[in-house]
């Protein structure tokens, strides 16, 4: 069964730190591994990553993938108050196209 | 970009009745959608894999003749929680992958739909 842990469960931060969220995963038939935001509502999709080391980047946050180590980060720097969200982390098996979501990260940012 | 229109929002009902939710992709086609339930504080969980013009593919654990899946056309798909109790209540959200972008690994989701069970 295709696993996502997610760490830490949750986060309180300042204005202006900096956060690294983190995802480990067991995937049977590893496609790609995705970062998304969640809101009050629906997720909504922020990276996705297939390759190793190679980082992909987006204002102020960004993610990298070790699909040696099985494992992904997602930065953010500089925070703000707009960034207190669920970080969902998620694993698309190649072989049947499901995707399997972590629990996620609560991040709350304090001005 | 691609979108997914989900409706109600939010719906209230009494234990025992039916209660449908739509998922439409307004601006693409999507062959397969996808339902998730959300309990609060944790992940989202896939129910049903939901196939145009075809049957359902339900994941372990999900009864399929309670949480009911049409997927009359390439763009609705339909989920019917029958006989609802208030163990049903939670968070209710679609998803489809545009396939035009990245082979549709990339999954847009609805805005999803709270159900409450008195």
């Known amino acids: 069964e295709d696993k996502v842990v997610q760490s830490p469960l949750s986060l309180v931060v300042h204005e202006g730190d900096t956060v690294t969220l983190n995802c480990s995963y067991e995937v049977t038939n590893f496609r790609s591994l995705l970062w998304y935001k969640q809101e009050k509502k629906a997720p909504t999709f922020l990276f996705m990553l297939t390759s190793s080391g190679i980082e992909k980047k987006s204002g102020r946050l960004s993610s990298i993938l070790d699909k040696k180590e099985l494992f992904s980060i997602l930065n953010i720097t500089a925070t703000q108050t707009g960034d207190s969200a669920i970080y969902l982390c998620a694993v698309l098996n190649g072989a049947n196209s499901k995707l399997t979501f972590g629990k996620g990260i609560t991040l709350s940012v304090r001005p | 970009g691609a979108v997914v229109s989900q409706h109600p929002s939010r719906v209230i009902c009494k234990s025992g009745t039916s209660v449908k939710i739509e998922c439409r992709s307004l601006?693409?086609?999507?062959?397969?959608m996808f339902w998730y339930r959300q309990f609060p504080k944790q992940s989202l969980m896939l129910m049903a894999t939901s196939n145009e013009g075809s049957k359902a593919t339900y994941e372990q654990g999900v009864e399929k003749d309670k949480f009911l899946i049409n997927h009359a056309s390439l763009t609705l798909s339909t989920l019917t929680v029958t006989s609802a109790h208030p163990e049903d209540s939670s968070f209710y959200i679609c998803s489809a992958g545009d396939s035009r972008i990245s082979g549709a690994n990339v999954l847009t989701f609805g805005a999803g739909s709270r159900l409450t069970v008195l």
């Open positions: 601006d693409f086609q999507a062959t397969t």
